[in-house]
């Protein structure tokens, strides 16, 4: 026993600082817990992952819609007053990096006063409804950024019971609303290609004093879905954004509402797999970091769209990407006045400036089949609402000062390298360079319809990538290239339409990688890359190897707790 109790001893001296200082960082980056007791305790849940069936996510789809810029933002710019700060917002957001505006274009402040009014009478002069939101598509333009209007919140007059049974609640006639989605998309055909329709639909109040409908959703989806194909067949439509939630009860009440999973089967039930082309969530970090890898359905992390991805591949809809809404934590400060303290969790302004590009580097490397991250929020147009503790999502203040997070996520995206990582990607993802002369060729022999194919020798294809191997889906035609990777000497490949290896190695590493065309007929379709068999196998074993270090961190602390 002596001779035991020593070997625990020296083992627990041995163990400890690597628990206190080695290994915090990599708890962190396994469980988006900061202190030693949460980390630990993190650890064991972790451990429990291969305890139930791991989701499938199929990455190696060929998903449209993923290979898009990734940086979006939720900006309020129809509540600006003065142009001068909408374009204020618009610039700061563009020297950000940010790519996307998710802005709302309320139903209730476009069509005011009756159907087919689309006349302010609200102030003097009366002016078009339509001027504020003109003004705002303009400004995306101007910037070089593109717009997701959000299209919700009907008009008191759309109801016989008005705004009685809240504001948000959806319309009686959905005719009405399908009249609205058409006269949106039909006025901004060509400028704006994505809309999404409805928002939280799954929670209270964003259905109204009522409880959540899923079937009644759908039914909303599919009647705004037809009508924008209709105005612009080549629309894309994002559902409603889903929250995260494990309430089972669909309320109406403050914090009711049906849990997202059960909420997005019966969609699924209802039939909303035809009814839109990108599905949508929010996913706040509210109680750990992004790097949190816990995955069990009542614990609200940033994992959680990995369920969601579960849940669409089982229901055919491998093919269709995911969108995240909503994405940051809340700083919000101590203070007694502030209503909700710690209802969105707490983090201080300097987790928070750490956390977002944490979050983008984890949806862009790891998560294939997601698309845009809309951050929450750019700014207020007053500070009116100091004390509501969502207020401090913000990342600018109303007078345009800006917070840690802005300078934080400025940094990182001027800093950012834009690569392919694991998974199957178009021939237009955005970390691509095109250089010479390409052109865009639609066909039904390419996967998704279209491909890039050069026009002249000597036009080059740009990128970096992460993996092991890479591997080519040129387009039809016949001709060579040489690929050059990490400055190494080039190799003359033969292209005859069949996919083709570019790279194949054992080791995953960042590469650089430049395609240039030689001669004849050169496309590109597609492009895989491969993660090394190495890396899959320790992942599958990483589960026991989180149990084994909360184990033993388990037991040094239980130690250190009987020596006091």
Request: with cysteine.
């Amino acid at each position: 026993m002596r001779k035991l109790a020593l070997l625990l001893s020296v083992l627990t001296l041995l163990i400890l600082p690597a628990c206190q200082l080695s290994f915090s960082e990599w708890m962190f980056d396994q469980t988006g817990e900061e202190e030693l007791l949460s980390q630990v305790r993190g650890m064991a849940l972790l451990a429990t992952n291969v305890l139930h069936p791991q989701p499938q996510t199929a990455d190696l789809t060929l998903i449209p819609h993923t290979g898009v810029n990734p940086f979006g933002i939720n900006v309020f710019l129809n509540e600006e007053v003065e142009e001068v700060k909408r374009e204020r917002s618009v610039e700061m957001i563009a020297e950000a990096g940010f790519h996307w505006l998710r802005q709302e274009f309320p139903w209730e402040d476009i069509e005011i006063h009756g159907k087919g009014d689309f006349e302010d009478r609200r102030h003097e002069p009366h002016r078009s409804a339509w001027e504020k939101y003109d003004h705002i598509v303009d400004l995306a333009g101007q910037y070089g950024l593109e717009i997701v209007p959000r299209l919700s919140n009907p008009p008191a007059w759309t109801r016989v019971l008005t705004d009685t049974i809240g504001p948000y609640a959806p319309p009686d006639d959905l005719a009405d609303w399908g009249d609205y989605v058409h006269a949106v998309v039909s006025r901004y055909r060509g400028r704006v290609g994505y809309y999404q329709l409805w928002n939280e639909p799954n929670i209270y109040p964003e259905w109204g004093e009522r409880p959540v409908d899923p079937e009644g959703y759908t039914r909303l989806l599919c009647e705004g879905y037809r009508r924008a194909k209709e105005a612009d067949p080549d629309a894309v439509i994002v559902s409603g954004a889903l929250a995260p939630t494990v309430s089972l009860d669909p309320g109406p009440g403050p914090g009711l509402g049906l849990r997202d999973f059960v909420f997005l089967q019966r969609m699924y039930d209802a039939g909303a797999s035809a009814c839109f082309d990108v599905m949508a969530v929010n996913n706040y970090m509210l109680w750990s970091g992004p790097t949190d890898r816990r995955m069990q359905p009542l614990n609200v992390n940033f994992a959680r769209p990995i369920y969601i991805r579960d849940l669409m591949v089982a229901n055919g809809d491998a093919h269709k990407a995911i969108w995240i809404s909503e994405m940051n934590a809340n700083a919000v400060p101590n203070d007694p006045n502030i209503h909700g303290v710690g209802v969105y969790g707490q983090v201080t302004l300097e987790q928070q400036a750490r956390y977002a590009p944490r979050a983008y580097q984890r949806a862009i490397e790891e998560w294939p089949w997601m698309g845009v991250v809309n951050f929450w929020f750019f700014k207020r147009a007053s500070d009116a609402e100091r004390d509501q503790s969502w207020y401090y999502f913000r990342m600018v203040e109303p007078d345009f000062t800006p917070m840690p997070v802005y300078e934080s996520m400025r940094e990182y995206t001027t800093n950012l390298e834009p690569a392919l990582h694991a998974g199957v990607h178009q021939e237009d993802h955005w970390a691509l360079d095109y250089r010479g002369e390409w052109e865009t060729v639609e066909s039904e022999d390419a996967i998704l319809g279209a491909y890039h194919v050069a026009t002249q020798p000597g036009s080059a294809l740009r990128f970096a990538f992460d993996g092991a191997s890479l591997a080519l889906h040129p387009g039809p035609g016949a001709g060579e290239v040489e690929i050059q990777v990490d400055g190494q000497a080039p190799r003359r490949i033969s292209l005859d339409g069949r996919p083709v290896w570019l790279v194949r190695g054992l080791r995953e590493m960042r590469r650089e990688a430049t395609l240039t065309v030689v001669s004849g007929e050169v496309g590109i379709d597609m492009l895989l890359v491969h993660r090394s068999a190495l890396r899959s196998a320790l992942a599958n074993g990483r589960a026991l190897v989180y149990l084994a270090l909360g184990l033993v961190c388990v037991g040094v602390l239980i130690r250190i707790f009987r020596r006091q």
